[in-house]
């Protein structure tokens, strides 16, 4: 198994950004790697994980052939974004909050937001909808959630919003129409989505995202 921990230098954080300053050229695995393992020590990679953790590491990395480990199960493209689904506690939100802060610090630092995306479960989004609704100076706004890079965990775990309105889903179908790049962890596999939200939204899946499949044991046993 692979720890992140052997590399934990704060110094190398400030190194890595301080290279990265006014610089718009992509990452460096080198670069991304210090700063996962600076951030994230505790992060462990196990030999059956690794294909599906590299290739997403490469997908954020923007390697071409991101896909060498032949994952997606469909057409892979980086200009799509990701659907990660499988098993319980594998380990898909904590990889993506581990990305987000490598993401996060880069853009504080630098102006480059290749890693960078905003992120919320979809159980805090219906939490902040409701909130909006009684509270007329609230700032949240779902067509916000329409634009710019996304990652939504949880996809599936939300109510409907009242009972009748499925607001994830219209975030879906926003969001593909006007081709904007979603992250997704979820435990409902691409059939059980396009049940829930509709055929309208499961056709549009392979379109929109590389499908992952993460299956294995949870990390809470
Ligand atoms: N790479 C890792 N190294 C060490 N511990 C991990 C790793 N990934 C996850 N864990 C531990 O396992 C727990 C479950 O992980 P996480 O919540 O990310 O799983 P998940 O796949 O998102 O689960 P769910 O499907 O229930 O949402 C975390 O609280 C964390 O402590
Ligand atoms: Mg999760």
Known sequence: ?????????????????????????????????????????????????????????????????????????????????LLVYGDYGVGKSTLFDAIHKVGRLIVTHTQNTQLWFPSISTIHMLTRYYEAQNNPGSNFKL??????????????????????????????F?????KRKTFVTTNENPSAIAARYGNHIGDRLPEMFNIIKWEGKSWRE
């Open 143 to 172: 067509e916000h959630y329409f634009h710019g890079k996304l990652y939504l965990d949880d996809l599936g775990k939300e109510e409907k919003a009242y009972n009748r309105e499925e607001l994830i889903g219209k975030v879906l």
């Open 174 to 178: 926003e969001r593909h129409r006007r």
């Open 1 to 81: 198994m692979i720890s992140s921990s052997s590399e934990t230098h704060s110094t190398e954080v400030t190194m890595s950004t301080e290279i990265l300053r006014n610089n718009h050229s992509l990452i460096s695995k080198r670069h991304f790697w210090k700063l996962f393992c600076s951030l994230s020590p505790d992060f462990k990679i196990k030999p059956e994980y690794q294909p599906v953790i590299y290739s997403i590491f490469r997908y954020f990395l923007q390697l071409p052939d991101f896909n060498a480990f032949g994952i997606i199960k469909n057409t892979p493209s980086l200009d799509k974004g």
